[in-house]
């Protein structure tokens, strides 16, 4: 198709100028502005409505942060979408330095593109400050972005990260923890609504939160909460946001890893049938998340205290997963896995299919950046 491959960022730019709608190349001109964004960053063909403070400072051509989702958040799948003009991100809470330095290096392996390293840090104390601080070090001189969710914003952290010449975010549920991670020095904000699947730290809609967050702090904000469509996309942006978060649709990527049972249950189910609970609590209790229902209730009804097993690569041995247990349903899990959290935004409507995470940035850009240009042609036309 035109040899693009071939071309030059200029020349893809040059090219994309020359189609016209309604042309007979018109037709290829999803395929090319892919193309354009995955080859020059630069790309200003259409995409510029998708050009925000988040891509800008990221330094990628798509203003899509993908989730840290605990192990789904691994180096393969960050790798992927940064290589797709998004943000990936690997999570890599409670690991040691040199733990951390090896995930993030199979990124740089498999990319040269900006990506992110993904701190859940609940429970924290002063006494493991120093200890997190050292992972926290050695996470900034690999990644782009590093960032931190489940406690209050601590501006300790947020000055190491920037002592490595790394960007600093801090995943927020309210607008005293958004004010609270501006005063910490972060470079960036996520706006988490309820609709959010996984642990969720605020209790409002991501609309409302955005609003709140947004008159509250001048730095880019990120929204996260339910957002795996296109159209959900655009609507964060036309509200303000920087970017978009998206993690249950990247749950259903190829190279998440997660576990077949886990992921046709994505694509069977509707906004309805997820569940904000405390359910998941065994070992990390009051921390509220949302899930399938269907998960909810295959524990409930299981006899017995141990649903399976997870893999453990430290130690290379199975442990058991006790019911009610918070895992990350990968792969390397056996057992009653319909009985293990399945964990799911409001917007898990929007995956129908299982994708490699390329071809979902590139569905979901598209969609929005159509959106965002007839929302603009039908207020100014």
């Excluded at 354009?36 to 259409?46: A, E, K, T």
Aim: charged residues 20%; aromatic residues 6%.
């Amino acid at each position: 198709m035109f040899g693009l491959e071939n071309c030059g960022g200029r020349e893809l730019e040059n090219l994309n100028e020359d189609i016209q709608p309604g042309s007979a190349d018109s037709g290829n001109l999803s395929a090319i502005r892919q193309l354009l964004r995955r080859h020059s960053p630069s790309f200003r063909g259409g995409a510029h409505l998708l050009k925000t403070g988040f891509t800008k400072l990221i330094g990628c051509s798509v203003p899509i942060q993908q989730a840290g989702m605990a192990a789904l958040a691994n180096p393969e799948l960050a790798a992927a979408v940064s290589e797709a003009g998004a943000l990936g991100m690997v999570s890599v809470g409670g690991f040691p330095p040199e733990k951390v330095t090896r995930e993030l290096e199979l990124v740089r392996k498999r990319t040269l593109r900006p990506f992110g390293a993904n701190f859940l840090i609940p429970g924290l104390t002063d006494e493991d400050i120093p200890e997190v601080s050292e992972s926290v070090r050695a996470a900034s001189k690999l990644a782009r972005l590093v960032e931190f969710f489940y406690h209050e914003p601590q501006a300790e952290l947020v000055k190491i990260v920037h002592s490595e010449r790394a960007l600093a975010c801090w995943q927020v549920g309210s607008k005293v923890e958004a004010g609270a991670a501006t005063d910490a020095g972060c470079d960036m904000i996520i706006a988490q609504g309820i609709e959010a699947g996984g642990h969720i730290r605020g209790r409002i809609g991501l609309m409302a939160l955005l609003d709140q967050v947004l008159s509250k702090t001048d730095i880019p904000v990120i929204a996260a909460g339910g957002i795996s469509s296109g159209r959900a996309m655009a609507a964060s942006l036309a509200a303000g946001a920087a970017a978009v978060r998206v993690g249950t649709r990247f749950a259903a990527a190829e190279e998440a890893g997660a576990h077949p049972v886990y992921q046709r249950a994505l694509v069977k189910s509707e906004a309805e049938d997820t569940i904000f609970t405390e359910a998941f609590g065994t070992g990390w209790p009051n921390a509220p998340h949302r899930v399938t229902r269907s998960s909810v209730e295959a524990a409930q009804a299981f006899q017995g205290e141990e649903v399976g097993q997870r893999y453990v690569k430290s130690s290379d041995e199975w442990a058991p997963v006790l019911r009610f247990q918070p895992i990350a349903v990968t792969k390397e899990v056996r057992g009653n896995v319909e009985a293990m959290p399945h964990w799911a935004g409001e917007g898990v409507g929007s995956v129908k299919s299982i994708l490699p995470a390329a071809k979902i940035v590139d569905q979901l850009s598209d969609e929005a950046e159509k959106l965002l240009r007839r929302w603009s042609s039908q207020s100014f036309g």
